[in-house]
């Protein structure tokens, strides 16, 4: 018997899109399935104000394939120096539906990140009177800190006091790889949670054991198996806490298949065939549209898409193992077993 699945068409609340050869290479992977996503800001510069939002957001517009219609989500990053006025204005244009968070030197293009948390105090102000989401990449940078133990330092260290000194300012846990990021995400208000869809399949052995795996190496990296359980749950569960930001995070494999790789897992080509056998071996498939379809729009306060996709299950998927760029190919997250599921736009 086929099963078939249609939900609303999903968003990613999460995604790196690039600029230039790059975008113009992986855009069509995210807009084949997609309806919107919130674009991350760490270009090379960053997108630090509103006229870059606006530029950048142009040059991803007139990225999208002939036929395709997705409207991508802008977010600026920042910086010590971020004008909160020009915040609140990019907002009230609607140009802009978050801010970037990241901890200076935390990941790839972090260098113009936050370093003390007391400078950027008015922005943060001004965006919880305003109602403007900060989206976070949640790890420490100490070089005393275990790679591994960042996240959940991060949450007791930084993002709880943070949190406390800003009463309602919302806020997005980008990416949790935790028990901890699941459990403080559920314990509190005002917070969402992105999870990707590498993080529900790999653990810290898919990376490590018989041979480095450049192509599972991101940030924050996978963690135990008893994290990815945790995760699973949480996105499995229906709590409207949790949505997908699948941090699809191209990079040539030039750049990844080196001795200091960069961090990413391609996943735009193959997130929802992937993500409908996660939740069918869950027994959730029910609530997969929950995770991919309605929980990032109620948080971030946008109506639901109309349009619907179908997902059919049958004989094991293909898709191409690496995208072509000008600037070289980019290979798709490899799930490592069997995929089943199809979508049918
Ligand atoms: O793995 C990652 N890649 N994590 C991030 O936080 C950034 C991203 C990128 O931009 O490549
Ligand atoms: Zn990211």
Not at 143 to 154: P, Q, T, W
């Amino acid at each position: 018997m086929t099963q078939t699945v249609t939900l609303r068409r999903p968003d990613d609340w999460h995604l790196h899109l690039r600029d230039g050869a790059m975008l113009r290479a992986v855009l069509p992977e995210t807009t084949r399935h997609f309806a919107r996503a919130i674009i991350m800001p760490n270009l090379v510069p960053p997108v630090v104000t509103g006229a870059d939002a606006a530029a950048y957001r142009d040059r991803i517009t007139a990225a999208v394939p002939e036929g395709a219609a997705f409207e991508p989500l802008m977010t600026l990053y920042l910086t010590e120096a971020t004008d909160a006025d020009d915040v609140a204005r990019a907002h009230a244009d609607g140009l802009i539906h978050a801010v970037k968070l990241y901890p200076a030197g935390a990941t790839t293009n972090s260098a113009s990140g936050v370093r003390d948390f007391d400078i950027v105090r008015p922005v943060l102000e001004r965006m919880a009177e305003i109602g403007l989401p900060l989206c976070v990449h949640g790890e420490v940078t100490d070089s005393d800190i275990d790679i591994f133990d960042r996240e959940a330092v991060f949450i007791d260290r930084v993002l709880d006091p943070l949190r406390r000194d800003t009463p309602g300012l919302k806020v997005v846990m980008e990416h949790i790889t935790t028990s901890n990021g699941v459990d403080y995400a559920k314990s509190a208000e005002n917070i969402g949670a992105t999870i990707t869809t590498h993080h529900l399949v790999i653990n810290r052995n898919h990376i490590l054991v018989g041979g480095i795996k450049p192509h599972y190496y991101c940030l924050p990296v996978a963690k135990r198996e008893e994290h990815r359980r945790a995760l699973r749950a949480a996105a499995t569960s229906g709590d409207a806490t949790f949505f997908l930001g699948t941090d699809s995070a191209p990079h040539t494999d030039a750049n990844k298949e080196t001795a200091c790789g960069c961090a990413g897992c391609f996943t735009a080509t193959n997130t929802m065939q992937i993500l409908a056998q996660v939740f069918d071996e869950d027994g959730a498939l029910d609530r997969l549209e929950a995770f991919t379809s309605l929980n990032g729009p109620a948080f971030y306060g946008l109506p639901l898409n109309e349009d619907r996709i179908t997902l059919t299950k049958g004989n094991a998927a293909t898709w191409p193992d690496k995208i072509d760029t000008e600037d070289g190919p980019v290979t798709v997250f490899d799930p490592g077993r069997p995929i089943h599921w199809h979508v049918s736009d």
